[in-house]
């Protein structure tokens, strides 16, 4: 449990305690709960002037009160700019850390990863960011407030107030300790119910757009099964949180009440001191319930901070070895007709020696024809891959799916990209956007290597014609 503790510590230091602008907001923070605890302390002297008949000392103190009190609220604005700015700039190096992780991988490269990742980015690495910097400026806050204030209660009304204070703390330090391994669970739970969730919007939606009745309402079932779950995670924490939290303030007010009707309770002095701080003693009651419900919530942000670290780990690894079948799949040259064995091809890949033109990979249904391609842009770094459903460019929203490919091809090859590797291009498009991708993709072959996998189009050597033609792709016992 200890190395638990470290590997929790240092996966905080390396995220947040880099960070500039979270250090920065710590620190102003650090100086605002001075300055609250100072002007805690002039309005309990204020007190203790007026009880002793002095005017005057209670006029310095309250005007010590409203600066002090007002600086405070000054710096406290500062620390939420900063604030704001920590969460912005660990997002960005979170993200920029983990696309580069994942797609240094090939074989995390696949559609259902990057809907993964994309959906962990979005909804759930950003909030658990946000999340973690209001946490721990928050709980710096709270710490700061309870200890300083405690301490100023403990000066000004003796050692009772302040150990009272001292023992929730304890007691629910305590608490948190006995229901940690649930917290923890809960967290982990709430995040895996929550990505469950969402990653079946798109589903849904599909269903609720083009499915039947049957479909629609099925779909819609199982995603309704899905929100029911995160709900019940969700409430079962904020259960074990509120326990966790409301206990030992309960038992702290009870006790102070008890010291109030006693008989040997506080003396004429003290309760003039006592009556000019109920405010803060308000408010020191606020921060120890919240304090409580920081500690509570400590277990499960260390969760959430780990389940950042590990969330690549848990994204599942394509073996492109298995998934191709290297006796059935063919590249032919389209330049002569030569036909071309897969690891032959990789060899000449390897060993540069082919820098352009035009190749056709050709095989049977899941022979790996895709894979294939995806093994190459794994050997070739600056190679681009287009397959179905992926896009580079804006406007792909706006555009037909034939235009959209037109624009995408045109930006790739303005590119300069000395390989480019299509996967079934030319599926769901009619025969004119065919010929114009067509040309653009010779014009490119004649500088670049250009290597596709076709869904409509029978090879000249295989269809025994001197010109391609288009066709079923079962027809030749090819995809084409």
Sequence with gaps: MRCSHIFCFSMVAMMFGQNRYFRASIGVIIVQQVLLAASTWSIAAAGAAVSAGSAPQAKQCLVAFFVLALGAYLVSSLAAILAVKAENSVWKVYFDNTVEEVTRAPELGGSENRKLTSQWLSSEALPSIQYAVSYYTGATATIANVILTSSVFYIALGSGMGSIVASATCLSLLVVICLRGRIQATSTQIQTAKLNLLTRI??????????????????????????????????????????????????????????????????????????????????????????????????????????????????????FELQIDY????????????????????????????????????????????????VIKSELDDAILMSLGVTFGDRANELSTGQTLVEEMKLVIKEGARTLLLDEWDAN??????????????????????????????PPLMAGTSAPRYGRPDAAGTQG
């Design 327 to 374: 006796d059935s799949v063919e590249i032919i040259n389209m330049a002569n007709g030569l036909i071309i064995k897969p690891r032959e091809f990789l060899a000449l890949l390897d060993a540069e020696l082919s820098s352009n033109g035009r190749y056709l990979i050709t095989g049977p249904n899941g022979a790996g024809k895709s894979t294939l391609l995806k």
């Design 429 to 458: 498009l009619d025969q004119s956007n065919v010929a114009e991708i067509n040309a653009l993709l010779e014009d490119a072959a004649r500088t670049s290597l250009v290597i596709e996998v076709r869904h409509h189009y029978i």
């Design 202 to 319: 798109d589903s849904v939606l599909a269903n609720l757009f083009f499915a039947n009745k049957s479909m629609a309402a099925n779909s819609k079932r199982r995603f309704d099964e899905r929100a029911s779950d995160y709900f019940v995670e969700t409430q079962r924490y904020i259960y074990l949180e509120q326990a966790a939290a409301s206990v030992p303030t309960l038992i702290s007010v009870t006790i102070i009440l008890v010291s109030l009707l006693s008989p040997s309770g506080l003396d004429a002095g003290k309760l003039g001191v006592l009556v000019a701080l109920l405010p803060r003693s308000l408010q020191l009651f606020g921060s120890v319930h919240a304090l409580n419900i920081y500690l509570s919530q400590f277990v499960m942000i260390r969760q959430k901070i780990k389940n950042l670290k590990d969330f690549p780990a848990t994204l599942t690894r394509q073996r």
